[in-house]
């Protein structure tokens, strides 16, 4: 079992850049594979980018792609999503999410999410 926490969420202007953090507790962390999914409000869930247990393995979604970096660090127990060039329709909250699966752009593939931070991107 896992329980996830995020932070790192704000008020940013387009163009800004965030770094969210997600931390975990229990006794496992390092063999699990997470993920940032988004939802904005009177839309579905998406995902935005996953990283393997073991840091090799990273996706990202094609609205991300090449403004985002995912991280982990085992020891810390700690997943981060880098976050710039941030444009307004990348406003939502922002949720982590990890499973014992192999990394997945698929929300039911994940067991354990956390509560959300808000990313709001202003013009």
């Known amino acids: 079992q896992v329980q996830l926490v995020e932070s790192g969420g704000g008020l940013v202007q387009a163009g800004g850049s965030l770094r969210l953090s997600c931390a975990a507790s229990?006794?496992?962390?390092?063999?699990?594979?997470l993920g940032w999914f988004r939802q904005a409000p009177g839309k579905e869930r998406e995902f935005v980018a996953g990283?393997?247990?073991?840091?090799?393995?990273?996706y990202y979604a094609d609205s991300v792609k090449g403004r985002s970096t995912i991280s982990r660090d085992n020891a810390k127990k700690t997943v981060y999503l880098q976050m710039n060039s941030l444009k307004p329709e990348d406003t939502a909250v922002y949720y982590c999410?990890?499973?014992?699966?192999?990394?997945?752009?698929?929300?039911?593939?994940?067991?354990?999410w956390g509560q959300g931070t808000q990313v709001t991107v202003s013009s």
């Open positions: 229990g006794r496992t962390f390092s063999n699990y594979a």
């Open positions: 990283i393997g247990w073991s840091g090799s393995t990273t």
């Open positions: 999410a990890a499973d014992l699966s192999p990394v997945s752009r698929y929300a039911q593939r994940y067991d354990y």
